[in-house]
C-alpha cells in the first residue's frame, strides 16, 4: 500500500511540475510570440497530455481504483482559466484517454483508437482558434486590426463578431443579456477596480463620455470583472459614472466568450449588433469619434 501511495504522489508531483513549467513556456516565457496565448485552448490540452501521460507512466501498475487522484494536479488549469464547463470535461476526457495508453491491461486496438481520439480533439482546437505569431513591429490599427503579424492561419477571419446570449447584471441585481447590445452604436469597455491600467484609463473614458453625450445614437456600457462586487458598488456610488455600469459574476467563462486575453477591453457594436474590438482605448476613441462625426 505504502508503495502505491508513494507512486500516486510521485505522479501527481510530476504532472503539476509538467503543467507548471508547460504554462510557464507557453504563457509566460512565449518564445514564439504566440499572439493571445492564454486563450488557445489547444496549449492547455497538449500540456494536460504530457502531464498525464508522464503520471500515468508512473502509475502503469497502480490499481485503477487510484487512478482518479491522478486528476488532482487538473486544479491548476484554474489559475489560467482554464477550468470552466465544458472545456474541463474536454480535458478530462483527453487525460482518460492518455491514461489508457499507459495500461498494460488495455488492447493494442483500443489504445490506436483512444490516439486518434486523441490527435482529432487535439487538431480540432488548433485549427478552431487563429494562430498568429507577433513580430517586432506587430500593432494595432485605428480599426482595431492586428498588423504586421505572421498568421499562421485564421479561418474565422471573415466570420461575423456578435455578442452571445450571455447574462450580465446591473446594481441591483437584474438580469442583463449582451445578445441585446444592437440599435444603437455603443462603446463596451471591461474594467475591473483590482486592474491599474483600467483605473488609469478611467478619467479618459468619462471625459470621452461627457463630449459624446449629446449625440443620442452612441452609448456606453462598462462592464466590470469584479469579484467583490461590494468594492465595485462603493466605486460606482462614488464616482458616479456616466453610461450603463454592469457587472460579470462569470469573468472565466465570459473572457472564454469573448475571447478577452486582458483589461481594459474595448468594444464598439454597431445598430446590428457587430462589433470590433480594440485593446488600445486612443484607437477605440479614435473610431467611436469618426463614427459620431458621421452620424
Same mark, same amino acid.
Given at each position: 500500500?505504502?508503495?502505491?501511495?508513494?507512486?500516486?504522489?510521485?505522479?501527481?508531483?510530476?504532472?503539476?511540475?509538467?503543467?507548471?513549467?508547460?504554462?510557464?513556456?507557453?504563457?509566460?516565457?512565449?518564445?514564439?510570440?504566440?499572439?493571445?496565448?492564454?486563450?488557445?485552448?489547444?496549449?492547455?490540452?497538449?500540456?494536460?497530455?504530457?502531464?498525464?501521460?508522464?503520471?500515468?507512466?508512473?502509475?502503469?501498475?497502480?490499481?485503477?481504483?487510484?487512478?482518479?487522484?491522478?486528476?488532482?494536479?487538473?486544479?491548476?488549469?484554474?489559475?489560467?482559466?482554464?477550468?470552466?464547463?465544458?472545456?474541463?470535461?474536454?480535458?478530462?476526457?483527453?487525460?482518460?484517454?492518455?491514461?489508457?495508453?499507459?495500461?498494460?491491461?488495455?488492447?493494442?486496438?483500443?489504445?490506436?483508437?483512444?490516439?486518434?481520439?486523441?490527435?482529432?480533439?487535439?487538431?480540432?482546437?488548433?485549427?478552431?482558434?487563429?494562430?498568429?505569431?507577433?513580430?517586432?513591429?506587430?500593432?494595432?490599427?485605428?480599426?482595431?486590426?492586428?498588423?504586421?503579424?505572421?498568421?499562421?492561419?485564421?479561418?474565422?477571419?471573415?466570420?461575423?463578431?456578435?455578442?452571445?446570449?450571455?447574462?450580465?447584471?446591473?446594481?441591483?441585481?437584474?438580469?442583463?443579456?449582451?445578445?441585446?447590445?444592437?440599435?444603437?452604436?455603443?462603446?463596451?469597455? +471591461?474594467?475591473?477596480?483590482?486592474? &491599474?491600467?483600467? /483605473? $488609469?484609463?478611467?478619467?479618459?473614458? *468619462? =471625459? #470621452?463620455?461627457?463630449? !459624446?453625450?449629446?449625440?443620442?445614437?452612441?452609448?456606453?456600457?462598462?462592464?466590470?470583472?469584479?469579484?467583490?462586487?461590494?468594492?465595485?458598488?462603493? +466605486?460606482?456610488?462614488?464616482?458616479? &459614472?456616466?453610461? /450603463? $455600469?454592469?457587472?460579470?459574476?462569470? *469573468? =472565466? #467563462?465570459?473572457?472564454? !466568450?469573448?475571447?478577452?486575453?486582458?483589461?481594459?477591453?474595448?468594444?464598439?457594436?454597431?445598430?446590428?449588433?457587430?462589433?470590433?474590438?480594440?485593446?488600445?482605448?486612443?484607437?477605440?476613441?479614435?473610431?467611436?469619434?469618426?463614427?459620431?462625426?458621421?452620424?
Amino acid at each position: 500500500m505504502k508503495k502505491i501511495i508513494l507512486k500516486i504522489v510521485l505522479g501527481i508531483l510530476t504532472a503539476i511540475a509538467i503543467m507548471a513549467l508547460g504554462f510557464y513556456f507557453f504563457l509566460f516565457l512565449n518564445p514564439l510570440d504566440i499572439y493571445q496565448s492564454n486563450l488557445l485552448k489547444w496549449i492547455p490540452i497538449f500540456i494536460g497530455a504530457i502531464a498525464t501521460f508522464c503520471s500515468g507512466i508512473l502509475n502503469k501498475n497502480t490499481p485503477i481504483k487510484f487512478l482518479p487522484l491522478l486528476f488532482v494536479p487538473f486544479c491548476i488549469f484554474d489559475l489560467f482559466s482554464f477550468f470552466y464547463v465544458p472545456f474541463i470535461f474536454v480535458l478530462l476526457l483527453i487525460g482518460i484517454l492518455v491514461l489508457m495508453l499507459t495500461r498494460n491491461s488495455i488492447r493494442k486496438t483500443h489504445k490506436v483508437l483512444s490516439s486518434l481520439v486523441i490527435l482529432g480533439i487535439f487538431f480540432f482546437f488548433l485549427f478552431s482558434q487563429p494562430l498568429i505569431l507577433l513580430r517586432a513591429d506587430s500593432e494595432f490599427d485605428d480599426q482595431g486590426k492586428l498588423t504586421n503579424a505572421n498568421v499562421l492561419w485564421n479561418f474565422d477571419k471573415d466570420k461575423v463578431l456578435t455578442f452571445p446570449n450571455h447574462i450580465v447584471y446591473d446594481e441591483e441585481g437584474t438580469e442583463f443579456d449582451l445578445k441585446n447590445i444592437k440599435d444603437d452604436t455603443y462603446l463596451i469597455t +471591461f474594467w475591473a477596480t483590482w486592474c &491599474p491600467p483600467c /483605473m $488609469q484609463e478611467k478619467p479618459e473614458l *468619462e =471625459k #470621452l463620455k461627457k463630449e !459624446l453625450y449629446k449625440n443620442t445614437e452612441i452609448k456606453f456600457i462598462d462592464i466590470s470583472f469584479d469579484s467583490d462586487i461590494d468594492k465595485w458598488k462603493q +466605486f460606482i456610488k462614488g464616482k458616479k &459614472p456616466m453610461g /450603463m $455600469q454592469l457587472i460579470s459574476k462569470k *469573468e =472565466k #467563462l465570459t473572457r472564454r !466568450l469573448l475571447q478577452i486575453s486582458a483589461i481594459p477591453m474595448h468594444y464598439i457594436v454597431n445598430p446590428d449588433g457587430i462589433y470590433k474590438e480594440y485593446e488600445s482605448f486612443e484607437q477605440a476613441q479614435k473610431a467611436l469619434k469618426k463614427l459620431s462625426v458621421q452620424k
